[in-house]
């Protein structure tokens, strides 16, 4: 049975009116049938593909979770550097640093333990045995009220199943994906400018993934925080593949070759060694069911048109008029995230919560049942 995890966002209501706020929701997709499929690949050499359905996920994630791990991460995204917005900015080469540096944006998403099974059950066979295989890919996704604004959504890739088995190795497939440059963090300023294709072309949404595993051997051997493998995903989106609402949308049908390549591979997770004794007081060997977190590099990029730069002057002027005080700018970042065990769903919800330290207030984060972390300059 295949169940999406899924992260619970708090509302924000508390954060400043003026701050850009960018929440996004990462789903650890898991898949207790996935055993089964790789068990029957040792019996038939013929491969067949796969669809990941965003559709069907958001149903059944709507019927509740049985079990399951949540990470969230919201970021306001706001490049603070002091050329973002220049008072005096009046020569071109300060106006071309300004808009080059909002034609990036770049985020994290990392979970903030580790998660404790990436197989179903413990095995006696060995570290590497893929019996029980349950982690099935991952998503992502950022709404805008309750409109998608983002979602992207890879599983495991059923074609190459026998890589599993013969490799111990697997790849990802991306199956469903809708962005929207429109929808984009991008330009990335505290300035009220939306995006314009007259101003801004080339927009590229990339993702770099990362699984990471710590695991102890036979001889008593910690292996801490190896990297396992990583995936990079790069979506160029033109005005051209945009439907009306300015969405590029993709769905990927049943045995098609994907349109967009997931790049890399990745080893499945080491099972760590425990010993014991059973009921006749016999050591023996067994293997757990593999520790792992993941670490997604998320990142937007575009250029400046030729017609943005002639038209710089008339820009610089506009932005003179929209700029911000000068506080919000030079604001210190805090940090502040939670984990924590929902026993009604089954699984455990993580927080992380990026806002102007003087905006999360004491009484904030005694509500919302979250921890300081740090309190990072940005």
């Not at 495991?156 to 994906?177: A, G, M, N, P, Y």
């Not at 990142?299 to 506009?318: A, F, G, I, P, S």
Request: hydrophobic content about 35%; glycine content about 6%; proline content about 4%.
């Amino acid at each position: 049975m295949k169940k999406i995890l899924f992260s619970l966002i708090l509302p924000l209501a508390f954060l400043h009116a003026t701050a850009q706020q960018v929440e996004y929701q990462t789903f650890i997709y898991t898949d207790d049938d996935l055993a089964q499929e790789i068990a029957r690949q040792y019996e038939e050499e013929n491969t067949r593909g796969y669809l990941g359905d965003l559709f069907n996920a958001s149903k059944e994630s709507a019927k509740g979770i049985a079990s399951g791990y949540v990470t969230s991460f919201i970021d306001l995204g706001v490049n603070a550097i002091a050329s973002l917005v220049t008072r005096n900015a009046r020569q071109k080469e300060e106006w071309e640093k300004t808009v080059q540096a909002e034609n990036q944006y770049q985020t994290t998403i990392s979970t903030v333990s580790e998660l404790n099974d990436f197989y179903k059950e413990t095995s006696f066979e060995g570290a590497m045995d893929p019996k029980g295989m349950r982690f099935d890919g991952i998503g992502c996704l950022r709404k805008e009220g309750r409109d998608t604004a983002f979602y992207l959504s890879c599983h495991i890739d059923r074609s190459k199943i026998s890589r599993i088995i013969k490799h111990s190795k697997f790849e990802l497939v991306l199956d469903t994906l809708i962005v929207s440059p429109l929808h984009s963090n991008l330009p990335n300023t505290p300035l009220d400018l939306p995006f314009s294709f007259d101003e801004r072309k080339n927009f590229t949404l990339s993702m770099n993934i990362r699984l990471i595993s710590s695991w102890m051997n036979e001889v008593v051997q910690l292996q801490k925080d190896q990297e396992l493998g990583a995936f990079t995903i790069t979506i160029p989106v033109s005005p051209e593949q945009l439907d009306k609402r300015g969405y590029l949308r993709y769905v990927r049908a049943e045995g098609e070759t994907p349109r967009y390549e997931v790049v890399g591979e990745s080893f499945i997770v080491p099972r760590s060694f425990m010993g014991y004794r059973d009921e006749n007081d016999q050591y023996r060997s067994s293997w757990g069911t593999g520790e792992y977190k993941l670490d997604i590099e998320l990142r937007e990029t575009c250029d400046v048109t030729d017609q943005y730069r002639t038209n710089w002057k008339q820009d610089r002027k506009r932005r003179k008029k929209m700029q911000p005080k000068e506080g919000l700018l030079n604001t210190t970042w805090q940090v502040i995230s939670s984990q924590k065990w929902d026993e009604l769903t089954r699984s455990w919800v993580i927080t992380t919560l990026q806002a102007p330290a003087g905006i999360i207030t004491q009484d904030v984060i005694d509500k919302l049942g979250l921890e300081p972390e740090a309190a990072p300059g940005r």
